[in-house]
């Protein structure tokens, strides 16, 4: 396995993000829909937000993974977050992802002070689950019906970390 490098995303980063999230696998995953634009990840990755940390996930240069990281903002959660993440279906199960949890959880940590993050995680994902679950991270409850996806709806967990 090649060294996997995470870094802030820039918004020149908007091709290879879309890349990811067009990759078929890793976006069944999201709320994301197919066919998503080129354009709207430029937007997305150009707006500047307080309470939203973006990082890449590299390979030899190579944006591979994406991890978003959202700060609650009302005043009284602000002790808390919650992330999405997504690496492109050809690095899947390399490490990736646990680079960027480590990353996330760093900066969640030592740098805001995030006592809880949560997430949302498809009840089938079980790769997902066990990298959640490899970081400490419990089932608190299931959504059923959550989401739409590939015709059926589907059950999501909820799952935090408490520190």
Known sequence: MRDVAVRGCEPEDY?????IYSSPRA????????????????E???????D???????????VVGHLDLS??????TRHSGHFGIAVR????????GT???KACLDLADNWLDLRRL????????????????????EIEGTHRWFALGNGEYVDAHVMARLR
């Open 89 to 96: 279906d050809d690095w899947q199960g390399r490490g990736v």
């Open 44 to 50: 997305e990755l150009a707006r500047g937000r307080d």
């Open 71 to 76: 700060v609650y903002m009302n005043p009284r």
């Open 118 to 137: 949560d997430l949302r995680v498809y009840v089938d994902n079980a790769p997902a689950i066990a990298l959640y679950k490899k970081f400490g991270f």
């Open 27 to 42: 976006m069944a995953e999201t709320l994301g829909l197919p066919f998503s634009s080129e354009q709207a990840w430029r």
């Open 99 to 101: 680079e960027l949890m």
């Open 52 to 62: 939203n940390f973006s990082m890449v996930a590299c390979v030899q240069g190579e």
């Open 15 to 19: 091709k290879a993000v879309h890349l």
